[in-house]
Structure formats: C-alpha cells, structure tokens
C-alpha cells in the first residue's frame, strides 16, 4: 500500500486556524499601498482605514474568493506543452532559487554567484529526472543588480526544456520576465501556454509595500501562474507559537489569494509554503528543523482544506558544509514534504538556509528524492508479490537467486538501487578508489555538464532575449 499523507492537525484545529486567518484579516487587515488594488478591494466589499492605510476583508470576500479557485494548476514546459499538474496527488520536486553563493568543489572556496553557475546547474538539473521544474538556483553577481533576475531567468531559458518557476523580486523584474516568456512561448496569453510560474513574497507581518502589488498586478494579468509565499520568523515578524505563526501565514496567503482572484477571476494560484522557523538566539532563519517538518505537514492540510494546490521548502539544510548535519536535514524536510502531500517542493541544490549552491548538493540531493519516493510507494501486496509457490518451490533447497520470480522482479523497482549511495564492503569500497559520496557527486556532475546538450533556442528568440535583457540592464 502506498503511504498516506500525515496529518497534524485535527479537523476542528484546521477550522479553528481558518477561522484565525479569517478574523486577523477581519479586524485587523493588511497594510496595502498602491490605489488600484485598494479600489479593487474596496470594490469587493472590503474597508478601508485611510488613516492607517490598512484594508480589512470580511469574511464573505474571502470565501467569495475562494470560491473561485482552480483546483488544479497546469504547468508547461518550455515549447508550452503541458509537463505536469499540480494537484493531480503527486509531488514534484524543483530546483532551489535565488541563493547568493556558489560553493566550489574544486577549490572549496564560497564566491558570489555567477550568470555561469547558474546556467550549469541549470543543465544539471535539465538531466536530472527528479528535477520536474527548474528555478534559478542563484542570483548572478556578475551581471547589472537592476536585471540580474532576468538574467537568471535567461540563463534557465536557455539551459533547460523545462518549466521555470521564478521570484522575480521586483515590478520591473516580473515585467521583463514576462516579456521573455512571451516571447520563448509565442504567445501574448502565458494562460494558454504557462511556461513560467512566479512567486512573489508577502511581508510580515501582513504588509504588501507597492511594488509588491505592482508585480502582482502584472503577474495575474499575463495569466501566468502565481505562487504566494511568506516567510514570517516566529517571535520577531510573527508569534512564537507555531499555531501562531500558522494563523498569520495563511492570513497572509489568504490575502495573496484573494486580491488575485480580483484581479483575474479563475487566476491559476498556488498555496506557497515558506516553512522555517527563526533561532532567536543567533538571529538566523532556520529551514532544516523538526518544527518546519510539522509546518510543512499544516500547509499541505490547509491547502487541501481550501483544495489548492500547495508548494513546500527542500530538500533544505541550514548546514554551512556537505556534512551529516546537511544529509539528516535535507532527508526530514524531504521525506516530511512527501508525507506532507505537497505538490511542489522547490530548493534542491541549496543548503546554507538557502544562501549557498553547488553542483554536488544538486546530485546529492536528486538521489535524496529518489530515496524519498520509494519509501512513498511502500508495500504491494497481491498474489504476485507473496509469492507463495515461489517459497514452496524454493524454500527446501534455499535457492530463490536463480528462480525466475526473482528473474523478473529483478528491475520493477521493488528494491531501490542507489546512484551514488555505497553498498560495498570495506575492502571493495578501497579498490573502487574509496572515494565519499561528495566526491561521487562531483563525478556525477561533470559528468553531466560534459556531455548533456539541452535544446537550445531558436537564434531569433534568443536575439529577442538579449534585447531585452539589454534594455534591462539599462
């Protein structure tokens, strides 16, 4: 049987959460610049404190919006063909984005990121069959600061067939990546061909600063798919208790969703899920902890409850290095993900707390998500797999190596074989060059970038793509 999804609320604490998120949006609101989704809110019902400059929703707005919620989002690929559904009850799992550092296993030395880096692992990525959608794995540092996201987005366009998914970080970043994805989908409608999918990140506590609503403005009408993510620190933007912390979050989320649905009605939203907590005594943010494992499980619950589909954090590790630390964190925030039932769960190849990359973390963590999906797919039980006239035919002699039940079910993926994981003995591992599994991952990786070609551009969309960086830049 395949594994469940875990659950760690109750129906009536999921209740009492939603009923939270709905009373904070109520009575206390969210600080909304920008006069056009004020109008837009206040047109809807909501109310307007100009004093302060906060809008309170009731409660019939939001589930008004609700209502109107597309229960499943199709995700492209790059020539617009339709790559997978989110919320058809299967996780999949994405590149990391927006890290600064580019840790160099070579030399060993942490630099800034470059436009470069970014395009390897992005090559990486487009091999890796783990890897369903790819994201800027890191901001280029060697580019103009006004256009390094599209930069990076160019760099994803051009290493990769796959799906972008892309926080743009600025209006004038989401413009101009939306003008490249017009043009690399050909088409005006990024609703036909959903090629890319933006996240954009609500401030806590419950602020949305102009350009934030600038950019979702933008985003929503494109008709690309948007994505709401908040990352709240408990006891410093947030409460320090997680049910807290869980209330003001999927308020936040809440507003995100419904200030898109009165954008665009039907707009294509997914339910993003920053889970982490804040250490307080080293003033960090935290991803790779027990307490994000148990959000990651309450986010998917609530997307569920509001039947959306829900994006998660991992595999994460806060981890400075490739250590043990790295390898349990990146395996409980990997493992709770799936558990989780979240459909989308974006950060492979960063550790760090997100701030660093490398090429090996990438393959380590593609053998990560193969363990995790085969501890989903559990036991089957049948008549096959019992295999009772297999022991009644083996088992006096002891031999079931040669029998063809084992023949057969040799390669069905009942038993997991590892990538890069070792299974030798002490003096096999030394004669295989008793090489660790970073080293082994490192293999791996130039392996890939030496022979993998992804498709590349057609030379006029690639021309148009320069332009526009260009004019970026300026």
Not at 333 to 360: C, H, K, P, R
Request: proline share 6%; glycine share 8%; aromatic share 6%.
């Amino acid at each position: 049987m395949r594994l469940s999804t875990l659950d760690v609320l109750s129906i009536e604490e999921l209740q009492t959460v939603h009923e939270a998120s709905l009373r904070i949006l109520a009575d206390v609101g969210i600080y909304l610049e920008g006069e056009e989704l004020r109008d837009l809110a206040i047109s809807a019902g909501a109310r307007l404190d100009r004093e302060q400059g906060v809008v309170r929703f009731p409660p019939d707005v939001i589930l008004a919006a609700l209502r109107s919620l597309p229960a499943q989002v199709v995700l492209a690929n790059r020539d617009g063909t339709p790559a997978l559904t989110l919320g058809d009850g299967r996780t999949y799992f994405g590149c990391g984005c927006d890290a600064i550092y580019f840790q160099d296993g070579e030399t060993g030395e942490r630099r800034p990121a470059t436009k470069e880096d970014v395009g390897n692992l992005i090559r990486i990525g487009d091999a890796l069959d783990r890897i369903a959608v790819v994201a800027p794995p890191a901001i280029p540092q060697d580019v103009p600061p006004q256009a390094c996201h599209a930069h990076a987005a160019d760099a994803v366009f051009n290493n990769s067939t796959k799906h972008l998914f892309t926080p743009p970080g600025t209006t004038e970043a989401a413009e101009t990546i939306i003008r490249m994805a017009r043009v690399v989908a050909g088409t005006s409608d990024l609703g036909s061909k959903p090629i890319v999918t933006c996240m954009v990140s609500i401030q806590s506590p419950l602020r949305w600063p102009e350009d934030l609503g600038e950019s979702v403005l933008a985003i929503v009408r494109s008709g690309a798919p948007i994505m709401f993510h908040t990352a709240p620190l408990p006891g410093a933007s947030a409460p320090l208790t997680l049910a807290g912390m869980l209330a003001l979050y999927n308020a936040e989320v809440l507003s995100g969703i419904t200030i898109a649905q009165l954008i665009r009605p039907g707009a294509p939203v997914i339910y993003g899920g920053g889970w982490g907590t804040f250490s307080l005594r080293q003033m960090t943010r935290v991803l790779g902890c027990p307490e994000g494992a148990l959000l990651r499980l309450a986010g998917g619950q609530l997307a569920r409850f509001y039947h959306l589909p829900c994006h998660s954090l991992g595999p994460d590790s806060d981890s400075q290095v490739l250590d043990e630390q790295n390898g349990w964190e990146k395996m409980l925030t990997t493992v709770f993900s799936l558990l989780g039932g979240q459909d989308l769960v974006i950060n492979a190849s960063m550790y760090a707390s997100g701030m660093t990359v490398s090429y090996e973390q990438l393959v380590l963590d593609q053998e990560m998500l193969e363990i995790g999906f085969r501890l989903l797919e559990g036991i089957t039980v049948s008549p096959e797999t019992l295999a009772l006239e297999v022991i009644e035919r083996a088992a006096p002699r002891g031999d079931f190596l040669t029998d063809e039940h084992t023949l057969k079910h040799l390669r069905s993926g009942e038993h997991y074989q590892p990538t890069l994981s070792s299974r030798y003995s002490h003096d096999q591992w030394l004669e295989a060059g008793g090489r660790d599994v970073v080293r082994r991952a490192k293999e791996r990786a130039q392996q890939i970038l030496s022979t993998h070609r992804p498709i590349p551009l057609e030379e006029p969309i690639q021309r148009e793509l320069k332009a526009i960086l260009a004019a970026a830049g300026r």
